[in-house]
């Protein structure tokens, strides 16, 4: 399966209709104004590849609607000077009953992105020109959908927008109205990351922002990797050879080694079934993009193959899905709440078991003063009636004459009684110790079933922990990580004075 398409600006390159013929790209961009060959492409040459037309439009005039008052307008009259062009060429059709242009560009790496901004700040010129193209690009899909025509939105420079928040954020009118998003992709001196030879590349950063777009929109749109190669400037935009490409005479990526980047692409955007293709820049070639060329001899004058090698990706099965993208710091994140709430649930566990330990210990030492505590009301009934005994011994001897010591004697069994009867009350309530705990131990049964069940978990929330360790080491977090806290805000001066 193949979705290696072509980017021409020169239409009058040599080989160009034999490459058509020979690969039958999926995608096409053409830069708008050779019928004749559009006429040959719906004919014979890729009746069926999907044909982005481009109006080239310079940087300074589509910075220029972007600050003006009124963007929608530049919109739409961009698109009316697509509907007028050229006899009207938008909506001429083929001999296949297909339109010569599927869909037209709207502007060409028209903004500077968040991604180029240190720490991701955007400035208010950002702001401020990102809601004039959002608007700009409704206004155009717009004017061309009265025609039955349709818009392809974006095509940002490479590696500017590299997250979908980047689109969701500042483009909410493109994205709700366009089926078709155009991506450009590049990387340096490999598609693929390879440590190995240093590789700078913003290859599938569209399916990391087609992800986040996916789960708000579905499955609305259609993405169009608008330009795509290997790009010297995306590693060293600061260079002074400027932007060249993989035939730069001081740093000439060998084809084959070309050829692996343009195989893993293709293989990675089969993957994707919303992707259409790419457009490798530049297949069509003009003199300044010569370093780019895919036609023709390479600088040692012998013939560059890619042609046949893409031919025969037609060829090969599709690949399977890609795996989901792992979100590292989302992961971090769940791994370090993970442990955040199983730290303390198996805290809280071993807290319970000992607390619960502690009152059963608590019960069984009352238990057994409660059974002493219920003899207690015997003995008093024996002491006292032992008391009496001395009273009525007391009187015989009064009666008998005897008087001795008897009224010291009297005073301190008066004394006993008097203490004995003031803890009655005690007495009383130590013979209820016993019905209380048992009703304590009553109470307590659910408790202890609890402890028993939580008990139960901690082998496996000690596996979980361990399972948690291993996310740690393997996410690269240091051991007992937590959830970062937002800083705290000082509000003091928004509020209302009294």
């Known amino acids: 399966m193949n979705k290696l398409g072509f980017y021409i600006e020169n239409t009058t390159v040599p080989f160009l209709r034999d490459a058509l013929r020979q690969a039958k790209p999926p995608t096409i961009l053409i830069h708008a104004g050779d019928r004749g060959l559009l006429h040959d492409i719906r004919r014979e040459l890729s009746p069926d590849s999907f044909i982005v037309g481009r109006f080239f439009v310079e940087l300074q005039q589509q910075t220029a609607w972007l600050d003006s008052s009124d963007p929608e307008r530049h919109g739409r009259d961009f698109a009316d000077t697509i509907l007028n062009f050229d006899f009207g060429l938008a909506t001429e059709k083929g001999a296949n009953g297909r339109l010569l242009i599927d869909a037209w560009m ?33 206004a155009f899909r717009e004017r061309l959908q009265s025609r039955s025509l349709e818009a392809v939105a974006f095509n940002f420079a490479a590696g500017n927008f590299t997250q979908a928040a980047h689109y969701l954020d500042w483009f909410p009118r493109t994205l709700e109205s366009y089926i078709y998003l155009g991506f450009h992709e590049y990387g340096w001196p490999t598609l693929m990351e390879d440590p190995s030879r240093g590789t700078a590349t913003s290859a599938l950063f569209y399916r990391r922002c087609m992800q986040g777009i996916r789960q708000r929109y579905g499955d609305r749109h259609r993405v169009i990797i608008t330009e795509a190669g290997l790009a010297r400037m995306y590693k060293y935009p600061n260079d002074p050879a400027g932007d060249v490409g993989w035939l730069y005479p001081k740093e000439t990526i060998p084809e084959e080694q070309y050829w692996q980047s343009l195989k893993w692409y293709n293989d990675e955007m089969c993957r994707d079934d919303y992707v259409l293709g790419c457009c490798l820049f530049e297949v069509g070639h003009t003199g300044r993009w010569e370093t780019f060329r895919h036609l023709g001899t390479n600088n040692q004058g012998q013939p560059i193959l890619l042609m046949s090698r893409i031919e025969k990706l037609r060829e090969e099965p599709k690949p399977s899905p890609p795996p989901p993208e792992v979100d590292l710091a989302a992961l971090r994140e769940s791994i370090a709440r993970m442990r955040a709430t199983l730290t303390p649930a198996v805290q809280q566990i071993a807290d319970l078991l000992a607390q619960v330990a502690q009152l059963q210990r608590t019960l069984d030492d009352l238990a057994e003063k409660a059974a002493q505590a219920a003899s207690l009301a015997q003995e008093m009934s024996h002491l006292l009636a032992r008391v009496h005994q001395l009273q009525t011994r007391l009187e015989q001897l ?59 978990l901690q082998p496996q929330l000690q596996a979980l922990l361990a399972e948690v360790e291993r996310l740690e080491a393997k996410a690269g977090l240091p051991p007992g990580s937590v959830v970062p806290q937002p800083p705290l805000q000082d509000v003091r001066t928004t509020l209302p004075v009294h």
């Open 106 to 138: 709207s502007l060409n790496e028209a903004l500077r992105g968040p991604a180029s901004f240190p720490n991701y700040q955007v400035d208010a010129t950002f702001a401020r020109r990102a809601e004039a193209l959002d608007r700009f690009q409704a």
């Open 398 to 456: 009064e009666a008998g004459g005897d008087r001795g010591d008897l009224d010291a004697l009297r005073v301190q069994i008066a004394e006993v009684e008097a203490k004995l009867e003031s803890l009655q009350p005690a007495v009383q309530q130590a013979a209820g110790l016993v019905a209380q705990v048992a009703q304590a131990r009553t109470a307590l049964a659910p408790l202890v079933k609890g402890a028993a069940e939580a008990a139960a």
